[in-house]
């Protein structure tokens, strides 16, 4: 069974950064696609970032690029989510996905398409 742990999460003020941690383990082969999502209350959720695990390719929504990095540490089984210059707009729960299957560019951000999720973490942004 696959385990997604994520960690980073906090308050900050806008302009400030944080750097979310995910953690997977449990799988036999390794998920070809890891996302980050995040939802607000009272929201759909949203992709945020993707990357391809195999080739490190990654795609960002509108709304986060520039400000925000996908990345991923292979040996330590980790992908993270730089995030800079946060707006109070950033303030969500944000969760790690993974996918078995290589979700292609026209559709990585449909949650319904990973299979494991993270229990989340929150990130407060403050005016």
């Known amino acids: 069974q696959v385990q997604l742990v994520e960690s980073g999460g906090g308050s900050v003020q806008a302009g400030g950064s944080l750097r979310l941690s995910c953690a997977a383990s449990?799988?036999?082969?390794?998920?070809?696609?890891m996302g980050w999502f995040r939802q607000a209350p009272g929201k759909e959720r949203e992709g945020v970032a993707v990357?391809?695990?195999?080739?490190?390719?990654?795609y960002y929504a509108d709304s986060v690029k520039g400000r925000f990095t996908i990345s991923q540490d292979n040996a330590k089984n980790t992908v993270y989510l730089q995030m800079n210059s946060l707006k109070p707009e950033d303030t969500s729960m944000y969760y790690c996905a993974a996918a078995v299957a290589f979700i292609g560019g026209g559709s990585w951000h449909d949650y319904s398409l990973y299979n494991y999720w993270g229990q989340g973490t929150q990130v407060t942004v403050s005016s």
């Open positions: 449990g799988y036999t082969y390794r998920p070809n696609s």
């Open positions: 990357i391809y695990t195999g080739g490190g390719f990654t």
